[in-house]
């Protein structure tokens, strides 16, 4: 199963914990997240501050999950896919 979780470039910080809490619920019933970050319009020029957004997202799960695919530009979305750490 694979849950999708979309954030804008600018997304806030209340906005993204929301979301983050809501990966972590997933990640725990055992389902990949797959983050991605859309550009609309102009928005593209902030292809970094997507890539950061995505990479703090990354550390922030650490404990929970491992990175299956890095943070990727595909048209106007930036992908980055989580799966669940096996459990000990």
Request: proline content about 3%.
């Amino acid at each position: 199963v694979i849950k999708e979780i979309r954030f804008g470039p600018q997304t806030d910080d209340h906005d993204y914990n929301f979301k983050l809490k809501h990966a972590e619920n997933f990640l725990k019933e055992g389902a990949k997240v797959k983050a991605y970050v859309f550009f609309r319009g102009r928005s593209i020029v902030f292809k970094e501050q997507g890539e950061i957004l995505l990479l703090r997202f990354a550390t922030d799960l650490e404990e929970l999950a491992k990175v299956e695919m890095m943070p990727k530009l595909d048209g106007k979305k930036m992908n980055m896919i989580l799966a669940p750490k096996a459990k000990k």
